[in-house]
């Protein structure tokens, strides 16, 4: 077993074939890629389960935008966790704030409930907190399992010293989990004091559709090559990582 777990987020079945194939230890699996994800569907995760076997956690995030839910929007929550349990979801991930941008941590703890003895990972809604140190406690508090964080960041390179600083503060009271442009060499840097335990990397790359026509004057998507291209995993960055992680 790997000293240091990497985990990608995958967005088709294709990608998730692709990902468990190529040694990926786990898959964060999503919806609606140019949101940053969203909860994914519930026949995905079932097909998946009945083809791969390593876990595979799921997001629960009902639409783009803040992390600051109305009530209805986290009865769906719940209500998403609870289908996506029972369908074989090995763990999920989500993250509630409040208008001041602080951890919700009542609405946290009902969507734990909900979760039960499945594992938990607070995503990127942490970077959009008004105090890390302070959401780092207050999410530990909550019992997740892991944070998924750029350090604040818009990406891990930018975050790199906020990471460092989280993840000599957390320990082994939580995994911080850096994610958000996760290169291999950030590996060695983020690990000096050897509590880095998993790392969250896309190791994205983009295949070309199989359509022989396409209406170049149409577009569906924000992405330019969203119709014409499918998003996949990169073998070659994949064993980069395992590489830096044994």
Same mark, same amino acid.
């Given at each position: 077993?790997?000293?240091?777990?990497?985990? /990608?987020?995958?967005?088709?079945?294709?990608?998730?074939?692709?990902?468990?194939?190529?040694?990926?230890?786990?898959?964060?699996?999503?919806?609606?890629?140019? +949101?940053?994800?969203?909860?994914?569907?519930?026949?995905?995760?079932?097909?998946?389960?009945? +083809?791969?076997?390593?876990?595979?956690? @799921?997001?629960?995030?009902?639409? &783009?935008?803040?992390?600051?839910?109305?009530?209805?929007?986290?009865?769906? =929550?719940?209500?998403?966790?609870?289908?996506? &349990?029972?369908? &074989?979801?090995?763990?999920?991930?989500?993250?509630?704030?409040?208008?001041?941008? @602080?951890?919700?941590?009542?609405?946290?703890?009902?969507? =734990?409930?909900?979760?039960?003895?499945?594992?938990?990972?607070?995503?990127?809604?942490?970077?959009?907190? @008004?105090?890390?140190?302070?959401?780092?406690?207050?999410?530990?508090?909550?019992?997740?399992?892991?944070?998924?964080?750029?350090? &604040?960041?818009?990406?891990?390179?930018?975050?790199?010293?906020?990471?460092? +600083?989280?993840?000599?503060?957390?320990?082994?009271?939580?995994?911080?989990?850096?994610?958000?442009?996760?290169?291999?060499?950030?590996?060695?840097?983020?690990?000096?004091?050897?509590?880095?335990?998993?790392? $969250?990397?896309?190791?994205?790359?983009?295949?070309?559709?199989?359509?022989?026509?396409?209406?170049?004057?149409? /577009?569906?998507?924000?992405?330019?090559?969203?119709?014409? $291209?499918?998003?996949?995993?990169?073998?070659?960055?994949?064993?980069?990582?395992?590489?830096?992680?044994?």
């Amino acid at each position: 077993m790997r000293k240091i777990l990497l985990e /990608s987020p995958v967005f088709s079945f294709e990608a998730a074939m692709q990902a468990a194939s190529f040694g990926v230890d786990r898959l964060e699996l999503c919806s609606n890629f140019p +949101e940053g994800g969203e909860t994914p569907s519930a026949g995905m995760l079932k097909i998946l389960k009945s +083809e791969l076997d390593l876990p595979i956690f @799921a997001m629960i995030r009902p639409r &783009g935008g803040d992390f600051a839910y109305s009530q209805k929007e986290l009865m769906v =929550m719940k209500r998403d966790i609870e289908i996506l &349990g029972e369908l &074989g979801a090995d763990g999920f991930v989500f993250g509630v704030l409040d208008y001041q941008g @602080a951890v919700n941590v009542d609405a946290c703890e009902s969507l =734990m409930r909900s979760a039960g003895s499945k594992p938990c990972t607070f995503h990127r809604a942490f970077d959009a907190s @008004a105090n890390l140190m302070d959401a780092l406690d207050a999410i530990i508090s909550c019992k997740f399992h892991r944070i998924l964080t750029s350090g &604040g960041k818009n990406s891990v390179s930018e975050g790199i010293p906020m990471l460092s +600083e989280l993840i000599e503060k957390a320990k082994d009271r939580i995994s911080i989990m850096p994610g958000g442009g996760t290169k291999p060499e950030h590996v060695k840097v983020l690990n000096q004091n050897g509590f880095l335990k998993e790392i $969250h990397a896309s190791c994205r790359t983009i295949i070309p559709s199989k359509n022989q026509f396409i209406n170049q004057g149409l /577009s569906f998507s924000s992405e330019p090559v969203a119709f014409s $291209h499918h998003l996949g995993i990169d073998r070659e960055i994949v064993n980069q990582f395992l590489e830096v992680l044994d």
